[in-house]
């Protein structure tokens, strides 16, 4: 049970941790400096229940984390955002041959755009783990 929340917490921090810039590591090496810098804050502020998450985290990371299975899922989630824009193009392109009102038209045009930012941030993500 505790493993679990660990993993969970590991999970979510790493979720919201930004995107590191084009010089920077990347990858599990990446995760492991972003923690370790989670960790000096943590020492520097004395709060240790962070701090031993954040160890828990960091060890984790090191036991779990592998460059070529982060690869694998950021392709996966590009070839995933990729269906999404096509599968959004053709709801447009029926919505406008269907004669859907401007209303409606403009809701799928917000939609697809959405969907191509997403796919732009995963390309992003995935080319990243490439440096």
């Given at each position: 049970m505790q493993r679990n929340y660990f993993l969970?917490?590991?999970a979510c921090l790493l979720a919201i941790a930004p995107a590191a810039p084009a010089d920077a590591a990347s990858g599990c090496a990446a995760k492991e400096a972003h923690i370790q810098a989670k960790i000096a804050?943590?020492?520097q502020q004395?709060?240790?229940d962070a701090l031993r998450g954040l160890e828990t985290?960091?060890?984790e990371?090191?036991?779990w984390c592998r460059d070529?299975?982060?690869m694998g899922?950021?392709?996966m989630r590009v070839q995933e955002k990729l269906a999404e824009v096509a599968e959004?193009?053709?709801e447009l392109r029926e919505a406008r041959l269907a004669g859907r009102t401007a209303d409606k038209i403009a809701k799928r045009e917000r939609k697809l755009r959405k969907a191509q930012e997403e796919l732009r941030q995963a390309i992003a993500e995935r080319d990243a783990l490439k440096r």
């Open positions: 969970m917490a590991l804050a943590a020492k004395g709060n240790d985290a960091l060890r990371v090191r036991r070529d299975s982060l899922k950021a392709e959004q193009e053709l």
